[in-house]
């Protein structure tokens, strides 16, 4: 009831943004609507956890849809938990919103949208037939794409908006077999229904493969997604924290509802295939990040590890279910989503820091920045505790969703077959390496954009952004360290949502309750909160021993820099520079990346120039072959549009012709 | 209460003692050299003599410039506290286990090599992308030894290793030695040791760790110098918990069998210490580009230890 409006409350926000556009103002108040929208969904959601525990919830039918099938919504314990993990960070991008709605460059094009973006996104949680789920999806699908579109004069957010309507349509392509296949011969559509269904074994793993295109192509697996990085940053960086924050979110959702639960039993090699696309997606996304210049761009990327990350769990989660490991596969569910959690809180707080030095400086080239800190120190803090938590650092969420995953990942090889045994090690060398490129990777956006010295104008004369802007990253920032502080509330809260799905409730606390020891008493613990209770007492012995017994002088004095000061700026390293070492010893085997220094001979006085090439192997050996075939069929194909009457009827003859045969044969 | 009292003193002991293991490293180096040296007692004396000095803080630099070295030195002492050295009952070892361990130390990577950039200087940048750079490949590797340790001991706690080795439940293992020789490799990458990085070069092209401390002088130069030197006993005791675990006092043991843990740790520590003296007299530093193939190597030994469980368990 309390959902029902609140999501007729966003569209009818929609509605009133169009009606209103003329209006000065409209923009703040329509985004103070979806901020009390998504507050009102978030607390429902924490409700019905809190209060509903297991209890079987119907589903309640509404009077609209297709003829024969009335339109059913079913809020269920997972639903909640995503209802939750989506509309906080909404309710954060909506606070942005307030602030920056207004000076994004079509304002009009985006605040219409935005609330129809929020309530596509919500309609596929509480969907609870695929004709609702579908729907919602579209409408997800079809907003976020004008959301891309809305700088249209920009060529390279056309060209954006263009991919990602192709990998858009390519995920409901997939997604719509699959529930059809779900559905069986007699088209029950709703998910009762598709539980209750029993599938043979093929149509089960063709839903399975295609439940994993169509929610893998939103969600930015590897090789699915090219689309990602270029549309996320064409759109105004509040929604760019939806889409990458929250909208793979939804995908991850989506993949859960159908592989957990409406097709009850998956084999374990489709968890095999899971992790293993989990691994390689995870340790891409950050070597193509850590090689961005664009914040929003590497933003994007790293988006698409986390989404890897996130997968390598929910395929051990299956390995484990189907293998009778009930409590690992709970570990490794809880594992997946405290990630989903984290990522959409550290996400949204990045992209949201990303929009403000946007707005200060009007760059995101991280080599036009620099020195930032000092200038902006509310978003620089803030951007630099989300930094943290991206690269796991503790006692910070980030780190406690990867020490459970790696806690799984260990667990692995207890899954007694050859594949498991062999491949779980592989797979952890790659989620090792994305953990620790990830570190990498945001010293490197922190350190280049905020630290040093400015290397431009722009980057110098940078002011801070509005309070509600600041309140909107100061919010995730607070949330990221008690994520991190109180693990075991979040596991104890996520292992109710998912118990439904794995069958066990994952043992909270057994060594009470600030320690997380989850696979047993002895097989290792984690306590953020002793870690941040003994940092404090060392942190405090140490000052007092410094201070009593050294001196607390300070004398602030121009650089030093081993005795040669330059005065240039862009003698500092680079985003470019600080890539090097791992461009030249990964990047040079991944993305054939070469370097070229031009040297002018000597007595000349034209500059030297040094170029970086790089190939994208997934975009050039993948995406451009697709895309000659289509081309040289489409050539082939073009004939057919030329032709004489006579000729066209006599296709459609012969056309006729082959259908009949087709029928008389299936009736023999 | 007892295994408190234990935690208050392993605090306190490992701080006393790194500075200590640091002279004896370089003592050993410069009789091998065929110099007298400096005292052991002589890393104690520099300590005190920055911490009196005043700090000089370039312009340019913000506030994390200043703050970063707390953050460094408390990140690596909380992860040498949580380490058991001479006893495993001790309050503090099950709040992280080894993987936490590794994040700390990434924790204290992480504001260094940001504090190499804060001054944005040419030489802080090329220290932090180097560090970085070396960690990326040093990191993974360590948490694949962890891995295969894992996989022996059933457990990621190293206090609960080194009770499970010391119950005798490991013989001989290939994967143990695969795995040990991958963590010294890792241990002298992640303490900028020769043949990796040469910890009292200032020669431009060489250097790694000491380009991002640069700028650093007085007490925030005695906070880096100090956490270099507790990290490098932290890693000696990892290797001789892990590893060699033998004389380490279990929980409830007596005032005895402590005090003999006390030696037998001091004792290896020594040994290790004199070891690496000589190891580092012996090689010379190798070519930045070089260290991906030394790390990239040791990595590949952590793999092949998680993986050769398997198979020697299938012959």
């Known amino acids: 009831m309390i959902i029902g409006s609140a999501l007729a409350g966003l569209l009818l926000l929609g509605l009133c943004a169009i009606l209103l556009h003329r209006l000065t103002r409209v923009h703040e108040l329509i985004y103070a609507g979806c901020l009390v929208a998504t507050v009102v969904l978030v607390g429902d959601g924490l409700w019905h956890?809190?209060?509903?525990?297991?209890?079987?919830?119907?589903?309640?039918?509404?009077?609209?849809?297709?003829?024969?099938?009335?339109?059913?919504?079913?809020?269920?314990?997972?639903?909640?938990?995503?209802?939750?993990?989506?509309?906080?960070?909404?309710?954060?991008?909506?606070?942005?919103?307030?602030?920056y709605g207004g000076h994004v460059p079509h304002p009009g094009r985006v605040t219409p949208l935005f609330p129809l973006f929020l309530f596509g996104m919500n309609g596929v949680l509480i969907a609870d037939d695929a004709f609702v789920f579908l729907v919602s999806?579209?409408?997800?699908?079809?907003?976020?794409?004008?959301?891309v579109l809305s700088d249209h004069t920009n060529e390279e957010a056309r060209k954006a908006a263009m991919v990602y309507l192709v990998m858009a349509v390519f995920g409901t392509f997939c997604l719509l077999p699959a529930f059809g296949l779900l559905a069986g011969s007699g088209g029950a559509y709703t998910f009762a229904a598709m539980r209750?269904?029993?599938?043979?074994?093929?149509?089960?793993?063709?839903?399975?493969?295609?439940?994993?295109?169509?929610?893998?192509?939103?969600?930015?697996?590897?090789?699915?997604?090219?689309?990602?990085?270029?549309?996320?940053?064409?759109?105004?960086?509040?929604?760019?924290?939806?889409?990458?924050?929250?909208?793979?979110?939804?995908?991850?959702?989506?993949?859960?509802?159908?592989?957990?639960?409406?097709?009850?039993?998956?084999?374990?090699?489709?968890?095999?295939?899971?992790?293993?696309?989990?691994?390689?997606?995870?340790?891409?996304?950050?070597?193509y990040a850590l090689m961005q210049r664009d914040l929003k761009t590497l933003l994007a990327y790293s988006t698409?590890?986390?989404?890897?990350?996130?997968?390598?769990?929910?395929?051990?989660?299956?390995?484990?279910?189907?293998?009778?490991?009930?409590?690992?596969?709970a570990l490794s569910l809880v594992a997946a989503l405290y990630h989903v959690v984290n990522h959409a809180l550290f996400k949204t707080l990045l992209f949201l820091g990303a929009g403000a030095i946007l707005q200060a400086t009007g760059e995101r080239n991280l080599d036009r920045l620099g020195g930032l800190l000092n200038r902006m120190p509310i978003t620089g803090f803030t951007f630099l505790i989300g930094a943290c938590a991206i690269s796991a650092l503790p006692p910070l969420n980030g780190f406690v969703s990867e020490w459970l995953v790696f806690q799984s990942l260990f667990k692995g090889p207890t899954v007694a077959h050859?594949?498991?045994?062999?491949?779980?090690?592989?797979v952890g060398v790659a989620m090792a390496l994305a953990a620790a490129f990830a570190a990498t990777c945001f010293v490197r956006a922190f350190g280049i954009a905020f630290l040093g010295r400015p290397r431009t104008p722009e980057a110098r004369h940078a002011r801070e952004v509005p309070l509600s802007m600041q309140v909107a990253m100061a919010v995730p920032a607070f949330f990221c360290l008690c994520l991190g502080v109180f693990p075991v509330t979040v596991t104890s809260g996520i292992a109710t949502a998912v118990e439904p799905l794995v069958r066990v409730k994952l043992p909270a606390a057994?060594?009470?309750?600030?320690?997380?020891?989850?696979?047993?008493?002895?097989?290792?613990?984690?306590?953020a909160t002793m870690v941040l209770l003994t940092g404090a007492a060392l942190m405090v012995t140490t000052?007092?021993?410094?201070?009593?017994?050294?001196?607390?002088?300070?004398?602030?004095?121009?650089?030093?820099?081993?005795?040669?000061?330059?005065?240039?700026?862009?003698?500092?390293?680079?985003?470019?520079?600080?890539?090097?070492?791992?461009?030249?010893?990964?990047?040079s085997v991944v993305f054939r990346a070469r370097e070229e220094v031009e040297m002018p001979p000597p007595g000349e006085m034209v500059p030297a120039r040094f170029s970086v090439t790089m190939i994208d192997p997934v975009w050039t050996g993948l995406y451009l072959r697709i895309v000659r075939i289509v081309d040289a069929i489409a050539d082939r194909v073009n004939v057919l549009q030329f032709l004489t009457v006579r000729r066209y009827l006599l296709m459609m003859f012969l056309t006729l012709v082959l259908l009949l045969l087709v029928v008389a044969v299936r009736q023999q | 209460m007892i295994s408190f009292l234990f935690g208050v003193f392993h605090t306190g002991l490992v701080l006393a003692a790194a500075p200590l293991v640091m002279g004896i490293v370089r003592l050993t180096k410069a009789r091998l050299q065929g110099r007298r040296g400096a005292s052991v007692l002589q890393p104690y004396r520099d300590l005190w003599r920055l911490l009196q000095k005043e700090s000089v803080v370039a312009d340019s630099a913000s506030w994390l410039f200043r703050i970063a070295p707390y953050l460094v030195f408390v990140s690596v002492w909380l992860a040498a506290t949580i380490m058991p050295t001479f006893t495993t009952d001790m309050l503090l070892t099950p709040a992280a286990d080894l993987i936490a361990l590794v994040a700390l130390l990434g924790t204290a990577r992480f504001f260094t090599a940001l504090a190499g950039l804060d001054a944005g200087t040419a030489f802080g940048g090329l220290g932090s992308s180097r560090e970085m750079f070396v960690a990326s490949i040093g990191e993974p590797a360590m948490l694949m030894v962890i891995f295969s340790l894992s996989l022996l001991t059933h457990t990621t706690s190293p206090a609960q290793m080194a009770a499970y080795v010391m119950s005798g439940h490991v013989g001989i293992e290939v994967s143990a030695g695969l795995a040990l020789a991958a963590m010294v490799m890792v241990a002298i990458a992640e303490n900028g040791r020769i043949p990796i990085d040469n910890p009292t070069t200032h020669l431009e092209l060489t250097m790694i760790h000491e380009a991002m401390v640069l700028?650093?002088?007085?007490?925030?130069?005695?906070?880096?110098?100090?956490?270099?030197?507790?990290?490098?006993?932290?890693?000696?005791?990892?290797i001789s918990c892990l590893f060699f675990p033998w004389g380490i006092a279990g929980p409830d043991s007596g005032l005895l069998e402590v005090l003999w843990g006390l030696a037998a740790w001091a004792l290896k520590v020594g040994l290790l210490a004199v070891v690496l003296g000589y190891f580092e007299t012996m090689l010379a530093k190798m070519r930045v580009f070089l260290i991906a193939d030394f790390l990239g190597g040791a990595l590949l030994l952590a793999l092949l230890a998680t993986i050769f469980l398997y198979v020697s368990e299938a012959v």
């Open chain 1, 418 to 426: 050859w594949a498991m045994r062999f491949g779980v090690p592989v």
């Open chain 1, 543 to 587: 000052l007092l021993v410094v201070h009593h017994f050294g001196t607390r002088k300070i004398r602030r004095f121009p650089l030093w820099d081993c005795g040669h000061p330059e005065d240039i700026v862009n003698a500092q390293y680079s985003a470019d520079s600080f890539a090097q070492p791992l461009r030249r010893v990964f990047g």
């Open chain 2, 215 to 238: 700028e650093y002088s007085g007490r925030h130069l005695a906070l880096l110098e100090a956490a270099a030197m507790v990290r490098l006993l932290l890693f000696m005791s990892i």
């Open chain 1, 510 to 527: 057994m060594l009470g309750w600030p320690w997380l020891s989850p696979v047993s008493l002895t097989a290792g613990s984690y306590s």
């Open chain 1, 137 to 147: 999806w579209e409408f997800m699908s079809l907003s976020s794409w004008l959301l």
């Open chain 1, 196 to 287: 209750a269904a029993h599938l043979p074994a093929l149509a089960g793993s063709l839903v399975v493969l295609l439940a994993l295109l169509g929610t893998g192509s939103k969600a930015g697996l590897v090789p699915l997604h090219v689309w990602l990085p270029l549309a996320h940053p064409a759109a105004p960086s509040h929604v760019s924290a939806l889409m990458s924050g929250v909208m793979t979110k939804v995908a991850i959702y989506g993949l859960i509802r159908i592989l957990y639960d409406l097709r009850g039993d998956v084999g374990w090699q489709w968890g095999f295939v899971l992790m293993v696309v989990g691994a390689v997606s995870a340790a891409m996304g950050v070597l």
């Open chain 1, 304 to 329: 698409v590890e986390n989404v890897g990350i996130i997968f390598i769990a929910l395929g051990l989660a299956l390995a484990f279910r189907d293998h009778g490991e009930l409590a690992l596969s």
């Open chain 1, 49 to 99: 956890i809190v209060q509903s525990g297991h209890e079987e919830v119907p589903s309640v039918v509404l009077p609209f849809g297709l003829p024969w099938l009335h339109a059913h919504f079913r809020l269920d314990s997972l639903s909640a938990f995503f209802l939750v993990a989506i509309n906080f960070p909404a309710a954060l991008a909506s606070l942005f919103g307030i602030g």
